[in-house]
T-cell receptor, first 113, second 117 residues
């Protein structure tokens, strides 16, 4: 049973570019959440998708956008990259109940130069 | 707004000994969940233990147990018989219960745990 998979694992971009990160949830899960983890910090909630809609959003600018596909996989897009966007981006999946445990992927490490 | 505070940036323990990691939180909610996650160098967050606020009994998972003090808003993690594989970042996290559209986890800054052989 595959867990949460994320791609790419590492990538380097320059300021102003755009990036797309991908996440496949654990089998049977229908909810995907994205978190940004800056170096030495705890994760910060970006947004959560359920039934292909954004259910909740954290305090991130509109440069951060997402999508969930009918197979429950998800993408995180960041436009007009800034140096401060350099971070580990974590995807977590769950079954859409109130108490659904979050399962995390290994993250995508983004470096913006 | 809810906050989670971990006041110990780094800790170390001798193999086979016991160590306690501290976490305090602030909330006006009465229904919530608390979690401890482990993040090894592989970066994947792994759930260690979770506690429902309405449960008075402290949660335990093998060598891991918590001391949940609801009135004091304290949620410490005790690791018994520490093993080399326990070395990792440990994060305390909070989530509202009856979350409705507010399902996000709020995280502390983490505690880096080293285990000495």
């Amino acid at each position: 049973d595959a867990g949460v998979t994320q791609s790419p694992t590492h990538l380097i971009k320059t300021r102003g570019q755009q990036v797309t990160l991908r996440c496949s949830p654990k089998s049977g899960h229908d909810t995907v959440s994205w978190y940004q983890q800056a170096l030495g910090q705890g994760p910060q909630f970006i947004f959560q998708y359920y039934e292909e809609e954004e259910r909740q959003r954290g305090n991130f600018p509109d440069r951060f956008s997402g999508h969930q596909f009918p197979n429950y996989s998800s993408e995180l897009n960041v436009n007009a990259l800034l140096l401060g966007d350099s971070a580990l981006y974590l995807c977590a999946s769950s079954l859409g109940s109130e108490t659904g445990e979050l399962f995390f992927g290994e993250g995508s490490r983004l470096t913006v130069l | 707004a809810q906050t989670v505070t971990q006041s110990q940036p780094e800790m170390s323990v001798q193999e086979a000994e016991t160590v306690t990691l501290s976490c305090t939180y602030d909330t006006s909610e009465s229904d919530y969940y608390l979690f401890w996650y482990k993040q090894p160098p592989s970066r994947q967050m792994i759930l260690v233990i979770r506690q429902e606020a309405y449960k008075q009994q402290n949660a335990t998972e093998n060598r891991f147990s918590v001391n949940f003090q609801k009135a004091a808003k304290s949620f410490s993690l005790k690791i018994s018989d520490s093993q080399l594989g326990d070395a990792a970042m440990y994060f305390c996290a909070y989530r509202r219960g009856n979350a409705g559209n507010n399902r996000k986890l709020i995280w502390g800054l983490g505690t880096s745990l080293g285990v000495n052989p």
